[in-house]
C-alpha cells in the first residue's frame, strides 16, 4: 500500500482512542471544559452508564456561533496561544469535541451573553451539521449519544452499566473537590443523583472552611473531623489541603486526591509521597485518606505528558516529594494525640445496637471500629510475670506521678528517647499486683488529654477518666507504639540498651538471609541487638534490646531478614530501618495480659501524651478512643 494521509475521521478516532477510553473519560472532558468556561453550575445527566447518554448543562460564557463548528475541529482550541509551557486552563490540546465526535453521535448547544439566538451543532460519524438556530440560556449543552457505536470493539470492553455509571460519579467527584465554588449535580436512570452545592461565591479566594466543606460532601462529613490542615510552601511550591489523621484509613486509595493547579492528576510520585508520609503510621496493606493541592509556575510542571492529561512531570521531583512527606510528618507531629472519631461513634452503634453483635468490618470500613480491637485483643497471648519493678528504680522521669505527693514531673519532647526506653523498661516488668485494682484519680490527672488511669480491665485496657470523658486505651497498641518511636529515637542518638543472653541464641536461616542480617549487624547493634556469623546457614544472637524485654528471638530473626531483604535497596535504607524498628516493636510488645499498678498506668498515658503520632499503633489502629460525657449520657436516653 502506497502511504497516503489518513482521513481526519480516522485521526480522530486514533486520537479517541487515547483520550476516550470509557464513558467517564468524555464526562471528564466536558466537564473540564465546563469549568475552563467560567460555568458555576454543571449538571450532568446520563444513562445507560453513560454509553446511551451523556448529557452536560452549564451555565458558563458559551461559544459563539461562528465558532461552534471551529470547536468541533481537531487542535482548535481558544486556551492556548504559543506557549506549551504555559497552560493555565483544563483544557489545551483542542482534541476533545473532534474525537468525541469521532466515536459517537454529539450534539453541541451553546448561547454567548450578547447573541440573539442559541445555536447547534451536531456531529454524526464525523460529518458536521448544523450550525442552526435553537432554544436555550447562556451556556453550553453538551450532548453526547450511542457512545462508541462507531468503535464496536471499544464498547466491548465496557463494564456493566452500574460500574461506568460509578466511574462517571468518581470522575466528577474528582474534579469537584478543586472547585469548591461550582455547583455539581449528577443525575440519570443510572443512578440515584448527587448534589454538591457550592461552598463559596464565584469569583472570591478559596478559603480553607470552604474547601474542607467541599471535600467532606465529597469524603463525608466524618472527614472534617478527622482532619489535619496542611499549608507550606518551599522554592515557589505550594502545598495546601487536607490529610486525615492515620487510623481514619481505608482499605483501598480510592480517597486520595491531588491536584496540580487545580487539574487533577493520578501521579504516581505525588501518591507515592502521600504513602511515604505515612508509611510507618499506617499498614502496608490500609491506605491514608487525603486531599493535596499542589500550586506552582506552569513552567516547572509539564502535564502535557499524556493525552488524559492525567500524569505530570516536575521539573524538580525531590522537592515536591520533600514538601509533601515533610509537611504531612509535621502536621501528623503537631496533631498529637487524636484518635478517629469513628471510632467513637462506631462503639456508640455497638452499644446502642443492644448487645455487641459485630458491627460493619466490610474491608472499606474504618478500621478504627472497637469492635476490631476487641477481636483482635483474643489473639494476644498473656505473658508470665518476670522480675519486680519498684518506683525508685525507674528513671527519675518515669517515676510515678502521684508517689508521696510529690509534683507530677513533665514529660518534655527533649530527652525524650532515654525517658521512653526507662518508660518502656518499665512497663516490661511486671507489677506485683495482681487484681484489677481502681485507682484514685488526682484532679491534676483529670485535666490531662488522656486523663487519670481509674482502672485496668481484661488485663489488656486501661480505663481512664479526664473531666469530661472516658477513654479506654489498649495497652498493646499504645506500647507497642511507644516501643516504635523510642527505636526510632535511637537510630539518631545514643544506642539502645541491650541485655546480654546467658548463652547466645543459634538462628538457622537460609544462607541469604543470615548473610542479609549479617550485613547490617552494625545498624542491629545500634537498635541493642547484637548478631554474628554462627557458620554457614546460621547466627548467633548474643544480645537484645532491653525494652524489648523477653521476646522469641528466632522469630524475630527470621522477621528481620524478611524486612531487610524487602526494604534494603540503594536509597530506602532509612526505610529499612523504619521496617525494622517496626518488626522489633512488634515483637516487644506483646504485652496485654499483663496487670498493671495505677502508677505504670498513668506513666504510660502521660508517656502517650508526649509522644508525636501515639494516637495509632504502627499499624494505624487507634491506641484509645475517648468516649465524651456527653456521649454516654446519649446512651443512656440523659440528652
Ligand atoms: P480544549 O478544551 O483542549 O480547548 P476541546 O475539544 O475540549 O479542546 O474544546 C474545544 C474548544 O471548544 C475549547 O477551546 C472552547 O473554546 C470550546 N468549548 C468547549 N466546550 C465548551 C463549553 N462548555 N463552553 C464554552 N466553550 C466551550
Ligand atoms: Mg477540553
Known sequence: MSIRLLSETIINQIAAGEVIERPASVVKELVENAIDAGATRIEIVTAGGGKNLIRVTDNGGGIPADELALAVSRHCTSKLTDDVHDIRALGFRGEALPSIGSVARLSIKSRTADADSGYEVVVRGGHLEGPRPTAINRGTIVEVSDLFY??????KFMKTDRAESTAITEVVKRIAISFPQVRFSIAGTDRSPLELPASCNAGETVSEAAMLERISQVLGADFSENALALDSEREGVRLTGFTAIPSFNRANSLHQFAYINGR???????????????SDVIARDRHPVGVLFLQLDPAYVDVNVHPAKADVRFRDPGLVRGLIVGT???ALAQSGIR?????AEAMLKAFQAQGFETPDRSPSS????PARNWQSATNYRPEPPRQEWSPQTAHPAQRPLHLDNQPAPRYEQAGFGEAMQATISQFTAPSADSRAAEIEAPAELLRAPLGAARAQIHANYIVAQTEDSLVIVDQHAAHERLVYEALKTALEAKPMAAQMLLIPEIVDLPEEDAERVVAHAETLERFGLSVERFGPGAVAVRETPSMLGEMDVQQLIRDLADEIAEHDTANGLKDMLNHVAATMACHGSVRSGRRMKGEEMNALLRQMEATPGSGTCNHGRPTYIELKLSDIERLFGRR
Open 150 to 155: 462507531a468503535t464496536p470493539a471499544r464498547l
Open 339 to 343: 484518635p478517629a472519631t469513628s471510632g
Open 328 to 330: 504531612i510528618r509535621h
Open 366 to 369: 474504618y478500621t478504627s471500629s
Open 264 to 278: 487533577p492528576v493520578r501521579d504516581k510520585q505525588v501518591f507515592g509521597a502521600l504513602r511515604g508520609a505515612y
